[in-house]
């Protein structure tokens, strides 16, 4: 990713590495970063690491946008390899709410953003359940409308499919690699998952 999470890690002592598939993400990391941060080019389900790590953290459920449990699998058997004894293993997954799941149809948001000198950057997501498969379609549409005489206008769409298992497939896969569950949260705020109807499952493990 851009290395946000990276950046707020930074603490002076520690040593942090960061990895992306996509050359361009590293490159924009990599402007951002400090002399305590690398960021090298890998495919976090065939993790080639030649060191283990004290800590590891896969945020903003990229575990989901590997879809099949078998990826999912491998992603954590690598993290599981490459973790001291006794270290912390984080991972952020997202949870289809009950809400969403009983709606049985398409659903439909969208989000404006202002543009810089004037006009406006339209954000439309549609999102489907497939109950088959467990996973959810997503479509997103960014419709570019700059204000002014002459200004051209845009349109992009972006199609990806992520997983969308209850909390007790995830609890299963994170077991199935030999991870020990320590903690479990529904937000950064630490809310108990089981009282809330949350999109998100935070995992601290060893």
Not at 8 to 21: C, E, F, P, S, W
Request: contains cysteine; proline residues 4%; positive net charge.
């Amino acid at each position: 990713g851009s290395g946000r999470v990276a950046r707020k890690l930074i603490n002076g002592q520690r040593q942090l590495m960061g990895i992306d598939i996509s050359l361009p993400m590293l490159q924009y990391a990599y402007k951002n970063s400090s002399a305590s941060t690398q960021f090298v080019a890998m495919d976090m389900t065939n993790l080639a690491f030649t060191c283990s790590f004290d800590a590891m953290i896969i945020p903003y459920n990229s575990l989901n946008l590997l879809v099949t449990k078998d990826r999912i699998l491998s992603c954590l058997r690598g993290c599981q390899k490459h973790l001291h004894h006794g270290g912390r293993f984080i991972a952020q997954i997202f949870i289809p709410s009950t809400k969403f799941l009983a709606q049985k149809k398409k659903t439909f948001q969208f989000q404006l953003f202002d543009m810089e000198p004037t006009g406006r950057l339209i954000k439309e997501i549609l999102k489907e359940y497939q109950p088959a498969t467990e996973t959810i379609r997503v479509e997103e549409r960014f419709r570019v409308r700059p204000g002014g005489l002459n200004a051209v206008t845009a349109d992009y769409n972006s199609n990806y499919t992520v997983a969308a298992y209850s909390p007790d497939t995830w609890l299963t896969l994170f077991k199935q690699c030999g991870f020990i569950v320590k903690n479990a949260y529904a937000d950064l705020e630490k809310t108990p998952p089981d009282s809330t109807d949350a999109s998100s499952l935070i995992l601290v493990c060893e």
